[in-house]
């Protein structure tokens, strides 16, 4: 569906910025209290990080691979 804040004027953008400085829901964030929670959160680091840089190297590898055995079945 895409990003809903894709769509944003400056002008909303401005009025939710000040809402949410009234708000200050980070005052009321106490965080996860359950042992599952605690280790989901600990989870959450590897949706962009360590995970990512993975399965780039990974496709890396692939393609090298690939070249190879291209090369090895042309004979040169």
Known sequence: MGN???GWTLERRAKQR???QRWKPWEKSTGPKTAEGKAKTARN???GGKWRQ????????????RSQRELL????
């Open 4 to 6: 809903p804040a894709a």
């Open 18 to 20: 000040e809402a949410i």
């Open 45 to 47: 680091g590897y949706k």
């Open 54 to 65: 993975d399965q780039q190297l990974m496709k890396e590898l692939h393609r090298l691979l």
């Open 73 to 76: 079945r042309s004979g040169t």
